[in-house]
Protein backbone atom coordinates (compact mmCIF):
# COMPACT_ATOMS: atom_id res chain seq x y z
CA UNK A 1 0.00 0.00 0.00
CA UNK A 2 1.17 3.69 -0.76
CA UNK A 3 1.38 5.90 1.89
CA UNK A 4 -0.30 9.10 0.89
CA UNK A 5 3.01 11.24 1.51
CA UNK A 6 6.14 10.48 -0.01
CA UNK A 7 7.69 11.23 3.28
CA UNK A 8 6.50 8.92 5.90
CA UNK A 9 7.13 11.97 8.79
CA UNK A 10 6.90 15.42 7.02
CA UNK A 11 8.99 16.71 9.76
CA UNK A 12 12.30 14.82 10.27
CA UNK A 13 12.75 16.43 14.04
CA UNK A 14 9.77 16.34 16.63
CA UNK A 15 9.83 20.31 16.74
CA UNK A 16 10.79 21.63 13.45
CA UNK A 17 11.49 25.15 14.78
CA UNK A 18 13.85 26.38 17.27
CA UNK A 19 11.36 28.01 19.81
CA UNK A 20 7.86 27.14 20.17
CA UNK A 21 6.44 30.28 19.47
CA UNK A 22 8.14 30.30 16.06
CA UNK A 23 6.23 33.08 14.78
CA UNK A 24 7.66 35.11 17.41
CA UNK A 25 10.56 37.75 16.43
CA UNK A 26 12.94 37.01 19.65
CA UNK A 27 15.63 39.17 18.06
CA UNK A 28 13.99 42.16 19.66
CA UNK A 29 12.40 43.51 22.45
CA UNK A 30 9.49 41.49 23.46
CA UNK A 31 6.04 43.34 24.83
CA UNK A 32 5.55 43.03 28.45
CA UNK A 33 9.31 44.10 29.22
CA UNK A 34 8.34 47.40 26.73
CA UNK A 35 5.40 47.80 28.44
CA UNK A 36 7.09 47.24 32.23
CA UNK A 37 9.49 49.91 31.25
CA UNK A 38 6.90 52.27 30.65
CA UNK A 39 4.70 51.68 33.36
CA UNK A 40 7.77 52.53 35.63
CA UNK A 41 9.51 55.19 33.83
CA UNK A 42 5.90 57.01 33.57
CA UNK A 43 6.10 56.34 37.28
CA UNK A 44 9.45 56.51 38.43
CA UNK A 45 11.25 59.41 36.46
CA UNK A 46 14.49 58.65 38.97
CA UNK A 47 15.01 54.74 37.29
CA UNK A 48 16.91 54.69 34.10
CA UNK A 49 16.25 51.83 31.00
CA UNK A 50 19.61 49.73 31.07
CA UNK A 51 18.18 47.69 28.38
CA UNK A 52 16.12 44.90 27.06
CA UNK A 53 17.32 43.20 23.82
CA UNK A 54 20.92 42.14 23.81
CA UNK A 55 22.43 38.97 22.32
CA UNK A 56 24.73 37.81 24.47
CA UNK A 57 25.03 35.16 27.64
CA UNK A 58 24.72 35.56 31.48
CA UNK A 59 28.35 37.17 32.47
CA UNK A 60 30.61 34.42 33.82
CA UNK A 61 28.57 31.50 31.85
CA UNK A 62 27.78 29.89 28.33
CA UNK A 63 23.89 30.40 29.09
CA UNK A 64 22.39 33.06 27.02
CA UNK A 65 20.57 35.67 28.90
CA UNK A 66 16.74 36.52 28.67
CA UNK A 67 18.31 39.52 27.05
CA UNK A 68 19.54 37.23 24.67
CA UNK A 69 15.44 36.76 23.16
CA UNK A 70 14.48 40.34 24.67
CA UNK A 71 12.53 39.22 27.40
CA UNK A 72 14.51 40.94 30.17
CA UNK A 73 14.39 44.36 31.40
CA UNK A 74 17.04 46.37 33.50
CA UNK A 75 15.85 48.61 35.63
CA UNK A 76 19.01 51.27 36.76
CA UNK A 77 19.20 51.96 40.32
CA UNK A 78 22.06 52.11 41.96
CA UNK A 79 22.06 50.76 45.39
CA UNK A 80 24.63 53.62 46.62
CA UNK A 81 22.06 56.32 46.66
CA UNK A 82 19.65 56.08 49.43
CA UNK A 83 16.44 57.19 47.31
CA UNK A 84 17.20 54.86 44.58
CA UNK A 85 18.23 52.04 46.51
CA UNK A 86 14.72 52.59 48.37
CA UNK A 87 13.03 52.26 45.19
CA UNK A 88 15.08 49.77 44.31
CA UNK A 89 13.61 47.47 47.62
CA UNK A 90 10.38 48.38 47.22
CA UNK A 91 10.16 47.16 43.39
CA UNK A 92 12.19 43.94 43.65
CA UNK A 93 9.28 42.98 46.67
CA UNK A 94 6.63 44.03 44.56
CA UNK A 95 7.86 41.98 41.45
CA UNK A 96 8.44 39.12 43.36
CA UNK A 97 5.05 39.18 45.03
CA UNK A 98 3.46 39.50 41.32
CA UNK A 99 6.18 37.39 39.75
CA UNK A 100 3.40 34.73 38.82
CA UNK A 101 0.64 36.50 37.71
CA UNK A 102 3.25 39.21 35.68
CA UNK A 103 4.70 35.83 34.10
CA UNK A 104 8.20 37.01 35.64
CA UNK A 105 10.53 33.79 35.16
CA UNK A 106 13.24 35.89 37.90
CA UNK A 107 14.14 38.75 39.29
CA UNK A 108 17.45 40.02 40.67
CA UNK A 109 18.47 43.28 42.82
CA UNK A 110 21.36 43.55 44.99
CA UNK A 111 22.97 39.86 45.41
CA UNK A 112 19.17 38.52 45.83
CA UNK A 113 17.45 36.64 43.02
CA UNK A 114 14.06 35.29 43.40
CA UNK A 115 13.35 32.63 40.60
CA UNK A 116 10.25 30.94 39.44
CA UNK A 117 12.14 27.59 40.14
CA UNK A 118 13.65 28.88 43.54
CA UNK A 119 10.97 31.56 44.82
CA UNK A 120 12.36 32.44 48.03
CA UNK A 121 14.82 35.55 48.15
CA UNK A 122 18.34 33.99 48.01
CA UNK A 123 21.65 35.34 47.48
CA UNK A 124 22.71 35.53 43.88
CA UNK A 125 26.07 34.05 43.05
CA UNK A 126 26.45 35.69 39.55
CA UNK A 127 29.22 37.32 38.55
CA UNK A 128 27.55 40.51 38.70
CA UNK A 129 26.12 41.21 41.58
CA UNK A 130 23.06 43.83 40.20
CA UNK A 131 23.72 46.86 42.84
CA UNK A 132 23.45 49.53 39.66
CA UNK A 133 20.20 47.45 38.55
CA UNK A 134 17.26 45.54 39.02
CA UNK A 135 16.88 42.46 36.09
CA UNK A 136 13.79 41.10 35.68
CA UNK A 137 13.15 38.13 32.93
CA UNK A 138 10.09 37.14 31.93
CA UNK A 139 9.21 33.51 30.64
CA UNK A 140 8.35 33.50 27.07
CA UNK A 141 4.68 33.36 27.24
CA UNK A 142 4.99 36.47 30.08
CA UNK A 143 6.94 38.50 27.94
CA UNK A 144 4.43 38.89 24.94
CA UNK A 145 2.19 40.34 28.11
CA UNK A 146 0.98 43.74 27.41
CA UNK A 147 -1.67 44.34 30.59
CA UNK A 148 -0.70 44.37 34.37
CA UNK A 149 -3.33 43.40 36.44
CA UNK A 150 -4.82 45.99 38.51
CA UNK A 151 -3.38 44.29 41.61
CA UNK A 152 0.25 45.13 40.60
CA UNK A 153 -0.59 48.59 39.10
CA UNK A 154 -1.90 49.46 42.81
CA UNK A 155 0.82 48.73 44.05
CA UNK A 156 2.86 50.68 41.76
CA UNK A 157 0.46 53.46 42.40
CA UNK A 158 0.47 53.12 45.75
CA UNK A 159 4.54 52.82 46.31
CA UNK A 160 4.80 56.36 43.71
CA UNK A 161 1.83 57.97 46.39
CA UNK A 162 4.14 56.45 49.49
CA UNK A 163 7.50 58.35 47.94
CA UNK A 164 5.80 61.05 46.79
CA UNK A 165 4.77 61.78 50.26
CA UNK A 166 8.02 61.16 51.95
CA UNK A 167 9.30 64.47 49.37
CA UNK A 168 7.17 67.13 50.72
CA UNK A 169 7.68 69.07 53.24
CA UNK A 170 5.96 69.18 56.63
CA UNK A 171 5.69 70.67 59.60
CA UNK A 172 4.93 69.12 63.48
CA UNK A 173 2.86 71.11 65.33
CA UNK A 174 1.56 69.69 68.77
CA UNK A 175 0.29 66.28 68.46
CA UNK A 176 -0.33 66.93 64.38
CA UNK A 177 1.37 67.09 61.15
CA UNK A 178 0.74 70.03 58.63
CA UNK A 179 1.66 69.04 54.99
Known sequence: ??????????????????????LIDWNRAQPAPLAL????????????NLGI????VIAGTHTL??????????????????????????LFEIFIDSASVLGV????????????????VHHYHGQNPHIDHIHVGFTRAGSQNTAFPPVFLIRIAQLRTGLEDLTQPFVARGNSVVV
Open 1 to 22: MTHPHPHPHPHPHPHPHPHPHP
Open 37 to 48: WHLIHSNFKIAR
Open 53 to 56: YNHR
Open 65 to 90: SHHAEGRALDIGLLVARPGEKLLGDQ
Open 105 to 120: DEIIWNHQISSASHPA
